[in-house]
DNA sequence: GTTTTGACGGTCT
DNA sequence: TAGACCGCCAAAA
């Protein structure tokens, strides 16, 4: 099991509820990263086929990595699907749903 | 080895 | 309230 900010970025997203979403700086902060940053450049050099990374937006709720899917549309639409409300790109009533990494997980069990 | 860029966030003006 | 700047760390050119 790697400790690379790289494979804690992977496990985090993993986590998110469904129906959940969170924001780049959560789990920045969560892994102790130091920037929001790495979270992005992590989940798009990953196969980001691979994990839930449609629930991860930028602090204002917008699907800012949607650009980095296959289909520009496709986060949207797995987002619709888990009983969001996508407008212009923006998750409505953001803060309802968001999921804070912090507030579930503990950062000793990813350390 | 240096420079530029990146799915961002917070702070300052 | 809105726009601009800086920081953060890593990878690729």
Request: glycine fraction near 6%.
């Amino acid at each position: 099991m790697e400790n690379s900010y790289f494979n804690k970025v992977f496990r985090v997203t993993e986590a998110i509820p469904f129906g959940k979403v969170t924001n780049y700086g959560a789990i920045a902060d969560f892994l102790a990263l130091g920037s929001a940053r790495m979270v992005g450049w992590a989940l798009n050099k990953c196969d980001h086929m691979s994990i839930p990374a449609h629930r991860v937006v930028n602090r204002n709720g917008e699907l800012s990595g949607r650009n980095q899917f296959p289909n520009p549309t496709i986060m949207q639409e797995m987002l619709e699907q888990e009983g969001l409300t996508i407008i212009e790109h923006k998750i409505q009533n953001f803060k309802n749903h968001l999921w804070v990494p912090s507030e579930h997980l503990s950062i000793e069990d990813y350390e």
